[in-house]
């Protein structure tokens, strides 16, 4: 069974960080490409950081840029997101994604991993 597991999330006043972790399970993701998605109530999911399968690449959403960065551990078969400097509009749904060995990150949904997401709460 392959999973990939969030966690992290939480309840955050404005101007504070989170730390959101993504576990695999069931195979090895050191080949794929992996990107952070969040999801706002009422709203569509959107992209907001990917990386690549060596790492030699990072992507980010420009509403983010600067405030989060991703980052990911072969050995611990896990990704990362760090937040600071979080914002009410931060608030949303997270979810990790996986794509296919080997491939580009990708700011569609063309992801064949999804994990089941972790709730933050930017309060102001």
């Known amino acids: 069974q392959v999973q990939l597991v969030e966690s992290g999330g939480g309840l955050v006043q404005a101007g504070g960080s989170l730390r959101l972790s993504c576990a695999g399970s069931?195979?090895?993701?050191?080949?794929?490409?992996m990107a952070w998605f969040r999801q706002a109530p009422g709203k569509v999911r959107e992209f907001v950081s990917g990386?690549?399968?060596?790492?030699?690449?990072?992507y980010y959403a420009d509403s983010v840029k600067g405030r989060f960065t991703i980052s990911r551990d072969s050995a611990k078969n896990a990704v990362y997101l760090e937040m600071n400097s979080l914002k009410p509009e931060d608030t949303a749904i997270y979810y990790c994604?996986?794509?296919?060995?080997?491939?580009?990150?990708?700011?569609?949904?063309?992801?064949?991993?999804w994990g089941q997401g972790t709730q933050v709460t930017v309060s102001s």
């Open positions: 069931g195979r090895t993701f050191s080949t794929n490409p």
């Open positions: 990386i690549s399968w060596n790492a030699g690449s990072t």
């Open positions: 994604a996986a794509r296919r060995a080997f491939a580009a990150v990708a700011r569609n949904y063309d992801y064949d991993y």
